[in-house]
């Protein structure tokens, strides 16, 4: 069993943190958050003081943090990553950000000898408490193979994308494509109550139709009807709106640097913006239909 570093232990961190416990690994832990960090101790991840402390002496050190310029503070300078681990220590950058942040985190582990993959992950709060996450893991093939390894207690699916940063690119295309899929759901659920169908034969017929999504079946913004949605728990955050905010605000960050349009894409992204313009970035990201419904304006 190894010995892993683990820095950001929010939502997804800790009870992915709490799978490699579970499965033998000695876990430190680091999070700036008090609350967070002593919710994965009492679930068997070791406390570590600070980044220094959790990266010394650590065969594998994974970050799983909210932004790029959260991960770029955490890998570079004095009290950072690349400063504090061993130059055998591979590292497994988990979260989702920008392809910019992605290639500099590249190219400045190359430079110090490092073995670096992007592994962004999909699957939710529920795939990383079930283990049953996809990673989808950038970089070169040898680090790619031995980052699996290190992996597998936490993930269904592992796959390996090509090199650098076509983790991160898989992960900003699929996050696109979900939350296009959420608002067409949204829309197309609200309009079809507004029709006189019953939420639940609707959903029935849409499941096994060409209106099917994973959105459709796991997020369904209609009371009632999915058990796994958000909406019968007052749209508590199972992926919050500003995290989608965040990561679809990347896919069209990625389309104006690569001049590829996305007007569908770019409309979705208003929407998420104005749920969090309107305070509601803490809640659920398929609150969404409350801009539909016209519940919020």
């Not at 594998?60 to 790029?68: A, I, R, S, Y």
């Not at 699996?148 to 207690?153: L, R």
Request: charged share 15%; glycine share 10%.
């Amino acid at each position: 069993m190894a010995v892993i570093g683990w820095i950001g232990l929010g939502h997804m961190g800790g009870p992915m943190t709490a799978n490699l416990v579970k499965a033998g690994h000695s876990v430190r832990g680091f999070d700036l958050n008090a609350e967070a960090l002593d919710a994965a101790v009492a679930a068997g991840v070791t406390r570590a003081t600070s980044i220094k402390d959790a990266v010394e002496g650590a065969e594998v050190v994974f970050t799983m943090l909210p932004k790029g310029a959260h991960a770029r503070a955490v890998y570079f300078g004095e009290a950072g990553v690349f400063a504090n681990a061993d130059l055998k220590t591979l590292l497994v950058e988990s979260s989702t950000i920008d392809i910019e942040s992605s290639q500099a985190l590249h190219d400045a582990a190359i430079a110090a000898g490092f073995r670096l993959v992007d592994a962004p992950v999909s699957g939710g709060i529920t795939g990383a408490e079930a283990g049953t996450l996809t990673f989808m893991v950038g970089g070169e093939a040898d680090a790619v193979a031995a980052a699996t390894t290190y992996i597998q207690p936490m993930a269904a699916n592992i796959i390996p994308t090509g090199g650098a940063t076509t983790g991160q690119a898989a992960k900003i295309c699929n996050n696109l494509m979900l939350f296009i899929n959420l608002a067409a759901t949204s829309e197309g659920a609200v309009l079809a109550e507004r029709l006189g169908l019953d939420p639940q034969v609707f959903w029935d017929i849409a499941s096994v139709s060409s209106g099917d999504s994973w959105a459709l079946r796991t997020w369904y913004p209609i009371e009632g009807v999915v058990p796994s949605a958000a909406v019968n728990r007052d749209f508590a955050p199972t992926f919050t709106a500003e995290l989608a905010n965040k990561d679809i605000g990347l896919a069209v960050a990625a389309a104006v640097a690569t001049d590829t349009p996305l007007e569908i894409g770019k409309h979705v992204a208003e929407l998420f913006q104005r749920l969090v313009d309107q305070g509601q970035g803490g809640k659920d990201c398929s609150m969404i239909v409350k801009l539909v419904d016209g519940t919020l304006a």
